[in-house]
């Protein structure tokens, strides 16, 4: 019996030879009178040259029947394997499955992708950071997860970055599983704010907030580190479940009070600022971040109730150094000996003048009676 083309329906399904192949199509043994034919815009969901490109003669396909004319059977090869991939990709898509793709050309706004039919990876989908030049993605091989497919509006649009962010956030568990108090590392200040600078130390920020940034008194974060600054830091803390890392960066630096002794000694006289007025003596800075304390008996010579009898804050004076601790971080301070010691000094003044003097006036007397003689 002699097939006719009523022996063929739209979206049947059949098994064909390609014997034949042209500029724009190809020709298909199917056990019809006529070929089947394919056109080269049925062969491929991505742009092709040539159909040589995607079939050569004797190569068995597997076809869908896409029209029905009296003496003509029009195939595609695109259709069956779009309807192969659609489930693939379903399941891919409703999995989170991240596999890879080709990027098979680079176009307005961002990559198209092989995954068996036509994808597209939109350009705020491709990286983390922004893009400006995408031509080097051309032939890349990338991994991807699909965001949103619609078989009914051939709609697939994939994500590289959502595979990056997946990667960032396993790293930046296992980081804050990592980290332990008291540890010292390097990090990168990326911003900074009023209370203090976050600072990535390794794929997540932590805070080194103002008053961590130096030993002394800090107005602006700026005036100590700028964006970009590779800084060490301790960390102070971590909590991973809000994801919070505090850190020091104060802590790394050398303290005030570190090698002291070598700067301050027992028995010197140093300038000094009045810092804090208590009720058992006052507190002074000797240097930056280093204060000592004067005993309210080492203030004045004579007996006083309070402190602010005799000084105020901001007065600046000389003290002597009574002793310096650096492991305890105390040094003990005296106004009174200032004037113990000048009293001292204007007695041991006055017994020279006086031992001075004395040696002219015996001279003077025996010059006197010398003229007796």
Excluded: C
Excluded at 44 to 71: A, C, F, M, R, Y
Excluded at 159 to 187: M, P, Y
Aim: proline share 2%.
């Amino acid at each position: 019996m002699v097939e006719t083309n009523q022996d063929f329906n739209v979206d049947d399904v059949i098994e064909g030879t390609v014997v034949s192949i042209t500029e724009k199509q190809v020709f298909v043994d199917i056990g019809f009178k006529t070929e089947g034919i394919v056109p080269i815009s049925e062969l491929s969901h991505l742009h092709i040259e040539t159909p040589n490109e995607v079939v050569e003669e004797g190569q068995e396909l597997t076809l869908k029947v896409i029209k029905v004319e009296e003496d003509e059977i029009i195939l595609s090869k695109k259709a069956v394997d779009a309807d192969k991939s659609w489930e693939i990709l379903t399941e891919k898509y409703e999995n989170g499955e991240i596999f890879e793709t080709e990027v098979k050309e680079v176009v307005k706004g961002g990559l198209v992708v092989d995954v068996g039919l036509r994808g597209f990876i939109p350009a705020s989908l491709v990286e983390i950071h922004f893009v400006e030049d995408f031509s080097d993605y051309l032939n890349e091989t990338l991994e991807v997860k699909i965001v949103d497919l619609d078989k009914e509006q051939n709609r697939l649009i994939l994500s590289h970055r959502a595979v990056l962010e997946l990667e960032a956030d396993k790293e930046k568990e296992a980081l804050l599983k990592s980290l332990t108090k008291g540890e010292v590392i390097e990090g990168t200040v990326q911003r900074i704010t009023d209370f203090g600078a976050f600072v990535d130390i390794g794929g997540v920020d932590g805070l080194v907030h103002i008053s961590e940034l130096a030993h002394s008194h800090v107005d602006k974060v700026t005036d100590i580190v700028s964006e970009g600054d590779t800084i060490k830091v301790e960390v102070l803390s971590v909590d991973p479940e809000s994801e919070r890392i505090s850190l020091s960066h104060k802590n790394t630096l050398a303290g005030p009070w570190e090698n002291i002794t070598e700067r301050v000694q027992e028995g010197e006289v140093v300038k000094a600022v009045v810092k804090r007025l208590v009720d058992f003596g006052a507190f002074l800075e000797i240097e930056e971040g280093v204060e000592g304390l004067v005993h309210i008996s080492e203030i004045a010579d004579r007996h006083i109730a309070q402190p602010s009898e005799v000084l105020s804050v901001g007065q600046e004076l000389d003290v002597k150094v009574l002793s310096v601790n650096e492991e305890d971080q105390r040094i003990s301070l005296s106004i009174k000996a200032i004037g113990a010691d000048e009293e001292q000094k204007d007695i041991a003044e006055y017994q020279k003048e006086e031992e001075n003097s004395g040696f002219q006036l015996g001279d003077l007397i025996g010059d006197k009676l010398d003229k007796y003689k």
